[in-house]
C-alpha cells in the first residue's frame, strides 16, 4: 500500500512540476528569443529528457557488469517507442476529449464562437498545413537515424563505437536547425504570469531561470522514484522484473513529456506540445545511442529488436498521415494503440 501511495504522489508531483515547468519554459523561450516550435523541440524536449539521458549515462559507465550496462541500451530503445505511441496516442486523445468538452461548453452557453473552430475530426484540429509539414520533417530526421540505430544493434565491427560519436553530431544539427528556424506570423506565445512572480507583467531572468531548474530537479527526482515504485510493484502483481523493464518502465520514464502535452493541450497549445514530443524523440534517437554505442558492446536481443520494429512501424503510420494532411485527433491517438501491439509481441519473446 505504501507503494501504491507513493506511486500516486509521484504521478501528481510530476504533473504539477510539468505545469511549472512549461510555465517557465515558455518565458525562457521568449527571453532567448527563439520560435515556439523551438520552445517545444528543444527548450522542453531538452528538460524533460536531460535525466533519462543521465540514467543512460550512468548506467554504461559505471555498470559492474554487462547486464547493467544493458539497461543503458534499454533505455535508448525504450524511450522513443514510449514517445511514438503512448505520449503521442494520449496526446491524441487529450485533444479530442477537451475540443468535445469545449464545444459542449460553448453551446450550453448559446455562443456561436464554436463554429470558428475547425471540425475534431479534421486535419486542421491539429495545426495548419505548416504545422504538420514541420512536424512531418522532424519524423523524416528521426527515422533514418533510427534505423541506423537499430541496424548498428544487429552487427559487430571494431570501430563501432567511434560512430556513436556522429549520432551526437546529429543532434547538433538539428538543434541548431530549430534553433535558426524562423518565427511564423502567429508564432507569439501567449504567457501567463510566471508562478514565482504572479504579479510581475515582465518576471525577472533570475526567477525564469530558477523556476526552470527548480522544477526540473522536482521532475527528476520524482519520476526516479516513480520507476522505483514500478519496479517494486510489477512483481507483486505477477509481473516479471524483464516485462516490468521493457513495458511499464518506458512509459514511467517518458511521463513528463507526456504530461507536458497534457497541459500544453488544455492551454490551447496544440503545436507545443506535439513539438515537445517530437524533440525530444529527436533526443532520445540520438544522445542515449551516442552514449550506448560508446561504452557498451550495442547488441540486441529479439525484445530489444522488437521495440525497434514497432517503433519504425508507428513513426512511418505518424509520417504518412502528417504528409497526406490526414493526422486527425483521433488517428493520433490510434499511435497508442502501436504500444498494445508491443505489449502481444513480447509474449512470445520472453517465454
Known sequence: MLNVLLLIACAVAIYFSCEWFVNAVEWLGERLNVGKMAVGTILAAFGTALPESVVTLVAVTTGDTEEAKNIGVGAAMGGPLALATVAYGVSGVVLLVHRR????????GGSGAVEADPPEGSAQAL????????LAKDQKWFLPIFIVKVGLGLVAFAFKPVLGLLFFAAYAVYFWREIRAGHDEDDELELEP???QPKAASPATW???AQTLATLAVIFFASRLFVNQLEIIGPMIGLSA??????????ATELPETMNAIIWIRQGKTKLALANISGAMMIQATVPSGLGLLFTAWKFDSALLWSGLVTMVAIVYLLATMRAHKLTPLRL?????FYLVFALGLIPILT
Open 207 to 209: 526567477a525564469v531561470i
Open 242 to 251: 524483464s516485462v516490468t523493464a521493457l513495458l511499464l518502465s518506458p512509459i
Open 194 to 196: 510566471l508562478k514565482f
Open 101 to 108: 468538452k469545449r464545444r459542449a461548453a460553448v453551446m450550453v
Open 333 to 337: 491517438g490510434v499511435a497508442a494503440g
Open 127 to 134: 495545426g495548419t498545413a505548416r504545422d504538420m509539414a514541420r
